[in-house]
T-cell receptor
Framework: DQQVKQNSPSLSVQEGRISILNCDYT??????FLWYKKYPAEGPTFLIS?????DKNEDGRFTVFLNKSAKHLSLHIVPSQPGDSAVYFC????????????FGTGTRLTIIP | KAGVTQTPRYLIKTRGQQVTLSCSPI?????VSWYQQTPGQGLQFLFE???????NKGNFPGRFSGRQFSNSRSEMNVSTLELGDSALYLC?????????????FGPGTRLTVL
């Protein structure tokens, strides 16, 4: 049972435009959400997180939006740059103090110069 | 500050053998989590150690085990290897004080079982 879903396996975006990556979850006990970026042959790199008490968190070009009623979160990258080309994973955890992360299957983002 | 390191980076074993993977966390981090990444299943949580105790466990068979030492370094062991154990094994470290502590990942160990 996939509790965290990323329904788009791939996404292509022109350089300079906005990239929007989506993630849905089913477990209402999740209360902390993260986005990681992964290059081939490297471990995931933390990008940005959001707790369930907020609906938006910004960090530079990256913004994460959380819609708790829809159990949906999205990552916006503006403007998109060629170095953003990577696989993006959303992850969720529940019950503060629990280190277990449940990951989505990832979306491969390609930025077209 | 040095990042999370994992050794070895690549490993080839045959079915039935056992393997031990090592993870050194970021200095000061007390929690180490292990994940398995496969093309079909994505990243799946194996277990988490905090202060030498297993604090969380995923849904993997008992062939997968781990331990943590007093310096927070961790090892995971897989016994009686199966072809399906071929995967990238990632460890992540965090301060471990709360579930919102960011987990930082190492580069992974690529295990191939023949």
């Amino acid at each position: 049972d996939q509790q965290v879903k990323q329904n788009s396996p791939s996404l292509s975006v022109q350089e300079g435009r906005i990239s929007i990556l989506n993630c849905d979850y089913t477990n209402s006990m999740f209360d902390y959400f993260l986005w990681y970026k992964k290059y081939p042959a490297e471990g995931p790199t933390f990008l940005i997180s959001i707790s369930s008490i907020k609906d938006k968190n910004e960090d530079g070009r990256f913004t994460v939006f959380l819609n708790k009623s829809a159990k949906h979160l999205s990552l916006h990258i503006v403007p998109s740059q060629p170095g953003d080309s990577a696989v993006y994973f959303c992850a969720a955890s529940g019950n503060f103090g629990n280190e277990k992360l449940t990951f989505g299957t990832g979306t491969r983002l390609t930025i077209i110069p | 500050k040095a990042g999370v390191t994992q050794t070895p980076r690549y490993l080839i074993k045959t079915r039935g053998q056992q393997v031990t993977l090592s993870c050194s966390p970021i200095s000061g981090h007390r929690s180490v989590s292990w994940y398995q990444q496969t093309p079909g299943q994505g990243l799946q949580f194996l277990f988490e150690y905090f202060s030498e105790t297993q604090r969380n466990k995923g849904n993997f068979p008992g062939r997968f085990s781990g331990r943590q030492f007093s310096n927070s370094r961790s090892e995971m062991n897989v016994s009686t290897l199966e072809l399906g154990d071929s995967a990238l094994y990632l460890c992540a470290s965090s301060l471990g004080g709360s579930g919102t502590d960011t987990q930082y990942f190492g580069p992974g160990t690529r295990l191939t079982v023949l």
